[in-house]
Structure formats: C-alpha cells, structure tokens
C-alpha cells in the first residue's frame, strides 16, 4: 500500500538558518503530495500541495518539489523563524476517492 | 465560515467502557474522516465516507470501531469497548472533494483525546 517516510526529529535550528525536512514516498499510479503543519495547540493545517510531477508548492516562504523520479517531496524554507516552530507532517494522496497516507512528523524548533 | 467542529475536547475512560465521538464538518463539503493520531505518529485514516456512503474503512477495527453518517452531515465515532492502546487524539476532517473532481485541501477540527485507563 502506499506510504510516506520522512527523516526523525525533532530538528533544531537558529533563527534564519535554512531548513529542510526531507519526505518520501510509495504509491502507485500518481499521488498528489502535501505538507501539512501543527503549531503547539492548534490543529492540522494545509501548508501546501503539489498534483502533479514536477509542480512546486509554496506557501508563508516555504516551498516543496514533487520529484517524481526520486519519489520525494523535500520541504525547504530560506531563513527560518522562531514562529516556524511546530510538527510538519508530509502526506500523499491517491485513488479516486483520494485517500490520505500521512507520514509520522517532523517537529521543528527554531531558537533565537 | 465556520470550521470543523468536534466534541468533547477530552475523554477520560477506564478499559472496557464504551465512548462516542461527534464530529459537525464544514457546510458542503461532501467528504469526512476520521483519523487516530497515536502520540508521536502521524493520523492515520480510520474510515473515509462520501456524503453518508463509506469508501475506506479498511483500517478500522471493526470489532470494536463503529462509525456512521447520517444524512451526509454529522458523524459519530463509537468505541466498545475500549482498550487501552485506544488512547489517542480522534481527528475528524472535512474536504469539499467529490470523484474526478480535483484534490482539495481537508480541514482538521481540533481533535478529542481519548485517555484510556
């Protein structure tokens, strides 16, 4: 079945460093790829989304590539900031009815 | 527009109790989920309904896990009984997303976290 592994956290960085939380992913036929962000005591949010091969997805200084021949979807942003801080889940979708496969989160903290 | 809304906020159960979740998605939108996120991992999709049809529900323990919808709207989710691995953060979603339509984004409600005892 479809899956989604991106790398362990939790990731600390300084305050304007660059950041990058890797994510791949199985699936068959074409997925549509997402990451979605938790900040500490809110709920899930939509960050951004590609549909199709080679699309970009940016949003609030982030950006994610959907690389289909290396099956990844990296999360990068140029210069962190302190309200950056929380849990990024990288998540796949696939089927006509689109079901949604998420990976196990990434949580992010920014220091300043 | 109001979001996804889901009660109660906390549950506090002891095993073998029985606990129902309820979940009021966004006017319109058409799909609903039901996802358990176990502390430390990512939702993972309980059961997908379209309008008050189910179209996945191939990760819900059935023996004890019951879910329905309906009149499209409203979901509740059901636990009987309830074990201690059961304890988690139940998210309900809602996205406006019908067959061959595109992909459209879910919203979350905040989730209710069930402790079991």
């Known amino acids: 079945g479809d899956s989604v592994t991106q790398m362990e956290g939790p990731v600390t960085l300084s305050e304007e460093a660059f950041l990058t939380i890797n994510c791949t992913y199985t699936?068959?036929?074409?997925?549509?790829l997402f990451w979605y962000v938790q900040y500490p005591g809110e709920g899930l949010q939509l960050l951004l989304k590609a549909t199709k091969a080679d699309d970009k997805g940016s949003n609030k200084g982030f950006e994610a590539t959907y690389r289909k021949e290396t099956t990844s979807f990296h999360l990068e942003k140029g210069s962190v900031q302190v309200s950056d801080s929380a849990v990024y889940f990288c998540?796949?979708?696939?089927?006509?009815?689109?079901?949604?496969?998420f990976g196990t989160g990434t949580k992010l903290q920014v220091i300043p | 527009e109001a979001g996804v809304a889901q009660s109660p906020r906390y549950k506090i159960i002891e095993k073998r109790q029985s606990v129902a979740f309820w979940c009021n998605p966004i006017?319109?939108?058409?799909?609903l989920y039901w996802y358990q996120q176990i502390l430390g991992q990512g939702p993972k999709l309980l059961i997908q309904f379209q309008n008050n049809g189910v179209v996945d529900d191939s990760q819900l323990p059935k023996d004890r896990f019951s879910a329905e919808r309906l009149k499209g709207v409203d979901s509740t989710l059901k636990i009987q009984p309830a074990k201690l691995e059961d304890s988690a953060v139940y998210l309900c979603?809602?996205?406006?997303?019908?067959?061959?339509?595109?992909?459209?984004?879910?919203?979350f409600g905040p989730g209710t976290r069930l402790t079991v005892l």
């Open positions: 006017s319109g939108h058409a799909t």
């Open positions: 998540a796949l979708s696939s089927g006509g009815y689109q079901k949604v496969t």
């Open positions: 979603a809602s996205s406006f997303n019908a067959p061959g339509q595109g992909v459209y984004e879910q919203f």
């Open positions: 699936a068959t036929g074409y997925p549509s």
